[in-house]
């Protein structure tokens, strides 16, 4: 059994496949550069955890956690630019929105922040949307595989 971020990753990645502009190109921790026929692009991250208080005497204790999920969203730059990477967003926050416990994981998931940054660096212009998600999941101390 695969830790219990592994499983979140594993759950958005599946939700966002095929059912965004951006198709198929939806990448876990993506490390290599996206070329231009790869875009649009969805990236999907879990850059940082956060775990709540642990007040319980009996053990193994329950960990609350707090999981930040990052999706970053890569789209070419052309006149419409602003409009395709927030219509991706749009698409996102829709299909995180109808399934807030993805799929039985987590407790809650919630929208808390997006950014939204322009680049010339690469081989042409493109925009990244980035949308942090807090997704709220209990485990135990022992077993953070296993979501409760």
């Known amino acids: 059994m695969t830790h219990a971020r592994t499983q979140i990753r594993n759950v958005v990645k599946a939700l966002l496949l ?80 109808n399934d807030l416990s993805l799929g039985g994981l987590a407790k809650d998931t919630i929208l808390s922040t997006t950014e939204i940054q322009y680049s010339d660096e690469g081989e042409k212009p493109i925009a990244v949307i980035t949308l942090t998600f807090a997704v709220l999941y209990a485990v135990k101390e022992n077993a953070p595989q296993t979501l409760i």
């Open 18 to 97: 095929n059912n965004t502009s951006a198709g198929a190109k939806v990448y876990e921790s993506r490390i290599y550069p996206l070329d231009d026929p790869k875009l649009p692009a969805i990236l999907i991250y879990t850059k940082q955890e956060s775990v709540g208080d642990q007040m319980s005497m009996s053990k193994p204790r329950t960990q609350h956690r707090e999981l930040q999920l990052t999706i970053e969203v890569y789209v070419k730059a052309n006149s419409t630019i602003d409009e395709t990477a927030d219509g991706l967003a749009l698409e996102i926050e829709q299909i995180i929105g």
